[in-house]
């Protein structure tokens, strides 16, 4: 019997595998022939979260009563630590009973506001470049795309004449990242500022994702501190990148009380709570010390980058020093076509994987990206290898 061909969703057409999902198969293909692939590629922490970290994890894990399942919203100890830490670092006030809202990761956290605040056909302003989830999702969930444009000539801030001269009239939310990802430019209380204004004037949301606040950088800056951000704004904020928990997916937005208890009501339908041993792990990493923030976030991250910005230089490619992040983004020389011409080579000569910025928007084609998450050691081998072929 001949069986009816069975096709997926129509949605599926409108995205394709994540860029970093494909490459990874080449790269593990590459592997298996011998090949020894170093990558500084992905944006994965390799160091691990403080040690009361673990340990509590471990404690908590040990206690018969604290595998249930827990409260879609966290534990009260969590949304606490969540506000406590907004309190102590951002100078932000937060009601933890209604004002924060844990999430399983910003990915999550993506989806979730743009179920509870956009219909299908609304638009959404996504940064270009910018991160692919924003686009991704929004397609999968019949949003229409609207780019806006950032560029290495404005500090890859927001261009906001540009962005008046739009058609707004459909626009329902406004993803910004800053620090930016991933051009490592900087967060600018001027920009967060306007950034308030022009989501008031507008009646738009703007959520801003800001995970690297901590990675390279003394100044704490959150769209949260300008007065007004939270009656048209939502922050993301991730414990992935600030405290080495990538694979825990813990993560936060906040915003009023209101736009909360939407999120929480698509949430709550989709998933339920994280495993109590990871969120009580998490409130006590929370309080990790100015000590251990400087030499994991900082500290570290400058070493590496010394070595990074080597890479850069015998590659022929021009960076800001003054960018923050775990990434260091730098422009290609004119000489190269594309910049795949630029990437492959090193992936296939020097046995390096680095990142092609056109994967995160067409302002993004003549740019490199190269993740701080490696080794010294490891880094300095990928430098030696480049040098081998380029110099």
């Known amino acids: 019997m001949e069986s009816k061909r069975i096709e997926p969703a129509e949605r599926l ?21 011998g090949r ?6 992905i944006g994965s922490p390799d160091m691990p979260p403080s040690e009361q970290t673990v340990e509590k994890l471990c404690e908590v894990a040990h206690d018969p009563s604290a595998h249930g399942y827990q409260p879609t919203m966290g534990t009260p100890e969590l949304r606490q630590a969540m506000a406590d830490f907004y309190q102590r670092w951002y100078d932000v006030s937060l009601d933890p009973k209604s004002e924060v809202l844990p999430l399983i990761g910003s990915k999550e956290g993506i989806l979730h506001v743009t179920l509870a605040l956009v219909n299908p056909g609304d638009e959404v302003l996504v940064p270009n470049p910018g991160y692919p989830t924003y686009t991704s999702l929004s397609k999968i969930l019949g949003a229409n795309i609207v780019n806006y444009n950032l560029s290495e000539e404005n500090g890859w801030q927001p261009d906001f ?25 900087r967060a600018r209380r001027e920009t967060y500022e306007r950034l308030v204004q022009f989501g008031a004037d507008h009646g738009l949301v703007v959520v801003n994702d800001n995970p690297y606040s901590f990675i390279l950088s003394e100044e704490h800056l959150s769209i949260l501190q300008v007065a007004g951000a939270k009656d048209c704004c939502i922050e993301f904020n991730s414990m992935s990148k600030s405290h080495n928990m990538p694979g825990w997916r813990v993560g936060l937005c906040a915003s ?5 208890s939407w999120i929480l009501k698509v949430q709550s ?3 339920s709570g994280t495993f109590r041993g990871i969120q009580l792990a998490a409130a006590e990493a929370y309080k990790n010390d100015d000590a251990w923030h400087r030499e994991y976030n900082i500290n570290t991250y400058a070493r590496r980058r010394r ?3 080597e890479i850069m230089r015998v590659l022929g490619c021009t960076f800001d020093p003054s960018q923050v992040g775990m990434f260091l983004w730098g422009r290609i020389p004119d000489k190269y076509a594309d910049v795949e011409e630029l990437t492959e080579r090193v992936l296939h000569e020097a046995r390096v994987f680095i990142t092609p910025g056109f994967i995160f928007g067409s302002n993004g084609q003549r740019y490199i990206r190269i993740s701080l998450c490696a080794k010294e050691e490891i880094i300095l081998e990928a430098l030696r290898r480049i040098e081998s072929v380029f110099i």
């Open 269 to 271: 339908n989709i998933e």
């Open 36 to 41: 020894d692939i170093i990558s500084l590629a």
């Open 161 to 185: 004449d540009e962005l008046e001269r739009m058609d707004l009239s459909r626009v329902k939310l406004m993803w910004t990242n800053y620090p930016n990802m991933p051009t490592g430019g």
């Open 307 to 309: 070595y990074a910005e």
């Open 13 to 33: 057409s409108l995205v394709s595998e994540y860029y970093f999902s494909r490459k990874l198969k080449e790269v593990a293909q590459l592997n298996a022939e």
């Open 256 to 260: 009023n009380a209101e736009f909360i």
